[in-house]
């Protein structure tokens, strides 16, 4: 049995731990997938980059309004596909070679890896092994609900729904949070009729709800949008699949081409056997982990989807920068930092976050103070003649600093990076809006007018502006 200095299952976020300063040890990285993860291979990267040309063929019917006749004479599905994967594949294959081909302290074991015994694991590959320190960065993975008759008909996860070979004439999406919300709109953008079914009675239910009533609208002025809909049947139909329906008691068929089910990600602690190894996992299925990224046993770390419930890549990154530096300084521990996390659906219009909602800062009985901006209100969201965005905050009265940032808009991904900084750095609202310039007339002034906002509104309940 070869022993280990570290071994580290999952080869995402996992795989950026081992740099130069472990040349001394010896070291297993163990991956039953592509390498490199889900982000490279099927998640972050390749979304974004369908995104991107999505972007460009939405713009069509927006310039239409303001005069600039644009035509969308196609979208060559298989070009933008091959591109992109002919960018990403080699990544993985030059990231797979440098461990497995040019790291001699590095050994690449290629099967379902499984704990067998106390930080011994089987590989399975034919080989076990043991570590000093084992690493858990074994991801999550797209469930799929049970609906009769879905395993009788072919439907895709975001695994496979971007290799597909065109642009689907109809597409059913089930789900309403980020995966539909992103391929809603490439599809979308691309030609396709789209249809989302969504159990509950908005889209992107968990961002503040000013947020999700706002895009649901819109989702419902360019896709099929279902509400308050379960999907009880599939089936097989006429070439493609249909899909029954039931939505407030009455039934109704869906007929598609493409299936998509996009009804969330689950933990992979549970392929691991971890409780041969003393982890514990809590009732979500994540592994428990301590603000220095430790599990539950001793010299076992874990870090990214399958420890943390927000699912987001630059959390797990973070979380392998803590568990790197925790690994070679084992007397100067740094904690994971979990308090301002930001997220963004790069969706049309773009929505990010940060901090809470106002739903939540009510239902904690925190004292706020709330504004809500148009981006019609700045001179270039009026240029943009753009009567749908909107940029809001919640501040403590107090303090005067941030608690929340929503923003639903062109480049809300970005726009929102003052506002996470702020919070990270415990800079005032007030601070913020005044203690810098403002390019005018750009986007970001409607940051600025949102916070002034703030100065202007009456604590909780909100004040809208
Ligand atoms: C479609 C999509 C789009 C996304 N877009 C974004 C985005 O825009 N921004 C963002 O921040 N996040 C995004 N995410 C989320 C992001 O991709 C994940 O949060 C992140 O990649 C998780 O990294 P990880 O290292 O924890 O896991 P992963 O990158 O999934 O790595 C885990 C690895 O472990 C392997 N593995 C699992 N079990 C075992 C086992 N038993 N033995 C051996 N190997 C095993 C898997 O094969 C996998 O390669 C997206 C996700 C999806 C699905
Ligand atoms: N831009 C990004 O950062 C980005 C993009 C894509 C994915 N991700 C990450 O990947 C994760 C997974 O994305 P997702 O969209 O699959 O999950 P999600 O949690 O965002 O949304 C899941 C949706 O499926 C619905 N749902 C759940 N179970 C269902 C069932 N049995 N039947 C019908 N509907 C059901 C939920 O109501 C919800 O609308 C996200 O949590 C996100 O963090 C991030």
Redesign the pocket.
């Known amino acids: 049995m070869t022993h280990y200095d570290l071994a580290i299952?999952?080869?995402?976020?996992?795989n950026s731990i081992v740099d130069e300063a472990f040349a001394d040890r010896k070291v297993a990285i163990?991956?039953?997938?592509?390498?490199?993860?889900?982000?490279l291979n099927?998640?972050?990267i390749p979304?974004?980059m369908f995104v991107y040309p999505a972007d460009l063929a939405a713009e069509v019917t927006h310039a239409r309004d303001l005069g600039v006749d644009l035509r969308l004479e196609g979208v060559r599905w298989r070009e933008i596909r091959d591109r992109i994967f002919r960018r990403i594949d080699p990544i993985s294959v030059a990231g797979r070679s440098y461990r497995a081909d040019r790291q001699e302290h590095v050994t690449l074991y290629e099967?379902?890896?499984?704990f067998t015994g106390d930080r011994t694991i089987d590989t399975?590959t034919g080989a076990t092994i043991t570590a000093d320190q084992v690493v858990l960065?074994?991801?999550?993975r797209?469930v799929v609900p049970e609906i009769e008759g879905l395993d009788t008909v072919e439907h895709h996860t975001?695994d496979t729904i971007m290799r597909i070979d065109d642009v689907p004439g109809r597409i059913a999406i089930i789900g309403g949070g980020?995966?539909a919300a992103?391929f809603a709109h490439i599809f979308g953008s691309f030609g396709s009729e789209v249809t989302l079914v969504n159990r509950s009675e908005a889209l992107l239910r968990a961002e503040d709800a000013d947020v999700s009533h706002r895009f649901t609208e819109l989702a419902q002025r360019r896709w099929d949008v279902r509400l308050d809909t379960t999907t009880e049947k599939v089936e097989a139909y006429d070439g493609g699949i249909r899909l029954h329906l039931r939505t407030d008691g009455a039934t109704s068929v869906l007929d598609v081409d493409t299936l998509l089910v996009a009804t969330g990600?689950t933990s992979?602690a549970d392929?691991?056997d971890l409780h041969r190894t003393g982890v514990e996992v809590d009732a979500t299925g994540l592994v428990v982990v301590d603000e220095h990224q430790r599990t539950t046993a001793r010299g076992i770390w874990a870090?990214?989807?399958?420890s943390n419930r927000?699912?987001?890549?630059?959390?797990?990154n973070q979380e392998?920068r803590v568990v790197r530096h925790n690994l070679l300084h084992p007397d100067d521990l740094i904690r994971a930092d979990r308090d301002v996390v930001p997220?963004?659906v790069?969706t049309s219009p773009q929505v990010a976050s940060v901090g809470i909602t106002e739903e939540e800062a009510r239902e904690r009985g925190v004292r706020y103070v709330t504004a809500r901006r148009a981006y019609g209100d700045t001179a270039y969201g009026w240029a943009m003649e753009d009567h749908a965005s909107f940029a809001k905050v919640l501040v403590d009265p107090d303090t005067g600093l941030l608690l929340g940032a929503h923003i639903l808009g062109a480049q809300a991904s970005n726009l929102i990076q003052p506002l996470i900084q702020a919070m990270s750095f415990g800079q005032t609202a007030a601070d913020v809006a005044r203690g810098q310039y403002w390019i005018h007339p750009a986007l970001s002034e409607v940051v600025e007018n949102v916070l002034l906002g703030t100065a202007e509104a009456a604590p909780s309940p909100s004040t809208r502006g």
């Open positions: 299952i999952g080869s995402g976020s996992g163990l991956e039953k997938g592509t390498f490199g993860g889900t982000c099927v998640g972050c979304t974004k099967g379902h890896a499984r399975g960065a074994a991801g999550s797209a975001s980020f995966v992103e990600r992979n392929g691991l870090l990214g989807d399958i927000y699912q987001l890549k630059h959390v797990s392998a997220s963004a790069f």
